[in-house]
């Protein structure tokens, strides 16, 4: 192919050459030379410095790599017109701090090896030039061993000034006039308040990581938050989110070999309806970590309701050379070594939290189990008769509250393997009885709780479905004769995809002509149940979920179509608003919700126990 010839068209020796072009394709075929150190800053800025949140995220882990225990940012604009971040930490000398606008120049590594154990927060070296690049930047510094500050001025990457100057000891960098030079960019710069915003998640990430730091932020020459340093992770946590935030958190807290994970999850009964609340630190550096984000959703998948999510502030310590931070230009995300390994010491550490159920009652028992207050008739009301039926004795008798000749449905065998150790127990309250058949009044050292009867049940029953699958199969009833169900032709064909699936879960059926299955046998937990209505029950969930072939998978902890079948069938089965149950069947539900393991919901996410503070109802009495 002909490109012509290289031919100069005027100018001195040294201009760069004309492109080569192509008559054939009529394309320029550019030589290859080396870019201009400014045009590489500008790259460099374009990875590291993509809004104005991006410059004080880099300034401000500067400062706490430096020592800083006091940091204060100062914003105007919105971070287009004026950043400005102070430190008290170790400062540097004038040789160190004109290094320090060079590329790939840093005090935090020194070798390749390095790279393998990285435990500061920065370590490229390309932050400060990069601003520099496409701002005008002025950096003051002072180390202890110093009497005076050295102050360099850069406009566009150039260094303008020098000088000494005074000033503490620390670091004072200001950035003005950002994407001055880069009007492209600065174009494409949100509203003041929107990047406002994205400045404040930020500083307030840092802050939670590092609570003995404290933190001044000014906006627009205004003090508007104070971060006072504070020995206490929950204080910083409420000071940075707010008292409510901090309230509805329970702490988590496990260790496994040299990793460990802690720090704060919200309870099930305060969910948000995005992921903006979950903060996520590893080896104090906050991330956007899917797998650790996947592991924490994971535990409240089936205690929340669908498309709701926890919140979190979750600090994970790791070796260092388990975990890549090199994989970002921004450093948000990373690479564990072992990432199954991470995954399942946050998913547990998680779940033994909210399991712990400290959130829902005291760790106290203050009454003998089932004793009733004084006075109360020992036999549960019938329908019609009231809303209240109370259980347990009465004061002048010591007869035990009558028994039903059949108790609830799923709870007449308590499987050991399944109890959960944990302070607070169910069957150990005093049971007060049941409110407009539909709830059980619980009494506390200091409050009352309210379980609802429905939501119990039914989670009970599907943790019960659940785990009898996972150990091999549901124990069946067998019917006295076989049952015809007829069903759409769709229905059929789900049910017929599942048949070997379905066995394992303790239904029996067979093909019965072209439009009917015929039942043979049913679980035996949902023995009560109307089998025709659970075929169909069955058929129709399996054709909306449109996977029957994921049921014969392992691992039903983490297979949503078996779950949510599972749901759907303990739900449809638990016992409901309105049913009035004796007393030995509302201390059956609470022993049985201590044989599971604790979740504070329904499957579909209503809570199962309300508390209702001793302080709140006293104030309600004029007693406070």
């Not at 549960?380 to 009558?402: I, K, L, M, Q, T």
Request: proline fraction near 6%; hydrophobic fraction near 40%.
């Amino acid at each position: 192919m002909d490109f012509g010839t290289n031919q100069r068209q005027g100018g001195a020796e040294g201009e760069a050459p004309t492109p080569f072009w192509s008559r054939e394709t009529g394309r320029v075929r550019r030589p290859v030379r080396p870019l201009p150190d400014a045009v590489i800053d500008q790259i460099a800025a374009g990875e590291v410095v993509e809004r104005p949140a991006s410059v004080v995220k880099e300034l401000v882990e500067n400062a706490l790599d430096a020592g800083a225990s006091r940091l204060r940012v100062e914003i105007r604009s919105g971070g287009r017109d004026w950043i400005a971040v102070t430190d008290d930490g170790y400062g540097m000398p004038p040789e160190d701090a004109r290094l320090a606008l060079q590329r790939h120049a840093t005090s935090k590594i020194r070798c390749s090896e390095d790279l393998a154990a990285i435990g500061s927060y920065g370590f490229r070296g390309e932050a400060l030039p990069a601003i520099a690049s496409v701002a005008r930047l002025r950096l003051r510094s002072r180390p202890a061993e110093s009497d005076e500050a050295f102050e360099i001025h850069v406009d566009g990457g150039q260094i303008t000034q020098e000088r000494a100057a005074a000033g503490p000891i620390g670091t004072r960098i200001e950035v003005a006039d950002l994407f001055a030079n880069v009007p492209a960019r600065r174009k494409f710069l949100k509203t003041v308040n929107t990047e406002w915003g994205h400045i404040a998640d930020g500083l307030a990430a840092a802050a939670l990581a590092l609570p003995a730091v404290h933190f001044e932020i000014q906006r627009d020459e205004k003090p508007i938050l104070v971060w006072p340093a504070s020995n206490s992770a929950l204080d910083r946590v409420a000071a940075v989110l707010g008292e409510d935030a901090a309230a509805s958190l329970v702490r988590v807290e496990r260790s496994e070999g040299p990793a460990s994970v802690s720090g704060f999850v919200s309870r099930p009964d305060r969910h948000r309806r995005t992921m903006g609340g979950i903060h996520l630190y590893v080896n104090g550096r906050p991330v956007r970590d899917r797998l650790i984000q996947h592991a924490l959703v994971e535990v409240y998948r089936d205690i929340l309701p669908r498309g709701r999510f926890p919140s979190a502030v979750l600090f994970i310590a790791i070796p260092l050379d388990a975990v890549d931070v090199n994989v970002h230009p921004a450093k948000w995300e990373v690479r564990f070594a072992d990432p199954q390994w991470v995954h399942r010491l946050v998913r547990q550490a998680v779940r033994d939290a909210i399991g712990a159920r400290q959130w829902i009652g005291d760790e106290s028992t203050p009454s003998t189990p089932g004793q009733g207050s004084a006075g109360f008739r020992s036999e549960s009301v019938r329908a019609g008769e009231g809303d209240w039926g109370f259980a347990g004795r009465s004061a002048d008798s010591n007869s035990a509250a009558p028994s039903l000749p059949t108790p609830l449905p799923g709870l007449a065998a308590e499987t050991g393997e399944l109890r959960a150790e944990t302070r607070l127990r169910f069957g150990d309250l005093k049971l007060l009885g049941q409110f407009l058949a539909t709830y059980l009044v619980l009494e506390t050292k200091d409050r009352l709780l309210l379980v609802d009867q429905h939501a119990a049940h039914e989670r009970v029953l599907y943790e019960r479905l659940r785990a009898d699958w996972s150990r091999g199969g549901v124990e069946r009833q067998p019917l006295l004769a076989p049952i015809p169900v007829s069903l759409d032709p769709a229905a059929i064909r789900a049910l017929e995809d599942a048949t070997e699936s379905l066995g394992k879960l303790g239904f029996e059926l067979e093909g019965f002509g072209e439009d009917a299955m015929v039942v043979r046998s049913i679980p035996a937990l949902l023995a009560e149940r109307d089998p025709v209505l659970l075929v169909r029950d069955l058929a129709d969930e399996l054709a909306d979920a449109g996977a029957a072939a994921d049921l014969t998978r392992e691992g039903t902890r983490v297979l949503e179509a078996a779950d949510r079948l599972f749901a759907n069938l303990a739900c449809r089965s638990a016992r409901r608003k309105g049913d009035v149950l004796a007393g030995a069947e509302q201390q059956a539900l609470l022993d049985a919700l201590d044989a599971i393991p604790w979740a504070p919901t329904c499957p579909h996410g209503r809570p199962v126990a309300v508390p209702f503070e001793l302080a709140e109802i006293e104030r309600r009495f004029a007693r406070r």
